[in-house]
């Protein structure tokens, strides 16, 4: 289904309605996920379908742009608010719980679900995957505000997935590793040191794959590995779907099983650790 917002710019949104035995019914937790810069919603396909078998309704949606005509950071924030309100119309019978809503983001993404989440207090958790903010390629200035410097005061809980091989193409000053430098809510780190930028992504095109190189990890890992960490991190913060004591436990609990994870599936050549703050 499409909606709009400001002047007329048109969003394009799909939902990946909840299928899981874990699903209790309705209303069912929502998860927005935000595209990287000019990347379609089709590449991030599988992480929504992954939420939804969490029996979570996970909406991606379109931004109708080009490299000629694009559109700043703050209205592209706007559009998730705009999509929680179109969840909250009367067509969707309050199916869905909107008051505690999962942002997720790739790449500018990222840094869209952060800012739309300092705006909207309707976001519980958001969940950043190699996040981008600004730099000298997509300088700060008006409608583009940097989003690690909203970090000191942002309290929501954020987790962060970074590619320590993604440096080839993003600037080191704007990358995952400073998100987590200046978080000072809870936060979560999963460094994958080997995972190239567009490694998450479901499918790679020519263009992706020249711009910013592979790592030595296989990309199906990169994200089966971050499918896991998105829905884990939702089910540990979000209040209608985490308990609301010992999240230390859960997290170390977390840990564990991804190292677990780790040593019983094929993942060559990767150095992962995760990290933790303001627990």
């Known amino acids: 289904s499409s909606g709009s917002s400001g002047g007329g710019v048109c969003i394009d949104s799909k939902a990946v309605a909840a299928a899981s035995p874990r699903n209790t019914g309705k209303p069912w937790p929502l998860a927005i996920f935000s595209s990287g810069f000019l990347v379609s919603s089709d590449q991030y396909r599988s992480y929504a379908e992954h939420l939804a078998s969490y029996g979570y309704v996970a909406v991606l949606y379109d931004k109708v742009e080009n490299l000629s005509s694009t559109i700043d950071d703050e209205t592209s924030s706007l559009f998730v608010s705009e999509i929680i309100n179109w969840l909250e119309s009367p067509a969707f019978q309050g199916g869905l719980q909107t008051e505690a809503v999962y942002a997720v983001g790739h790449s500018r993404g990222g840094k869209i679900s952060l800012l739309a989440a300092e705006n909207d207090k309707r976001i519980g958790a958001v969940c950043l995957v190699d996040p981008v903010d600004s730099n000298e390629y997509a300088p700060e200035g008006p409608g583009y505000p940097s989003a690690i410097k909203s970090l000191p005061t942002f309290s929501t809980p954020l987790a962060i997935i970074g590619g320590g091989h993604s440096e080839d193409c993003i600037p080191v000053q704007s990358n995952y590793k400073r998100f987590f430098e ?22 790679t095109s020519p263009i992706q794959a020249a711009v910013c190189s592979e790592g030595k990890v296989a990309s199906q890992a990169v994200r089966d590995l971050s499918k896991a960490v998105i829905v ?48």
Not at 182 to 202: I, M, P, T
Not at 252 to 275: G, H, M, P, R
């Open 232 to 279: 884990a991190w939702a089910e540990i913060m979000l209040p209608q779907r985490g308990a609301k004591t010992n999240l230390k436990s859960q997290l170390t609990v977390l840990n564990i099983a991804v190292e677990k994870w780790l040593k019983t599936n094929v993942f060559q050549n990767a150095d992962v650790n995760f990290e933790v703050k303001g627990f």
């Open 182 to 203: 200046n978080a000072s809510s809870r936060a979560l780190l999963c460094n994958v040191k080997e995972a190239g930028h567009f490694q998450y992504l479901d499918k």
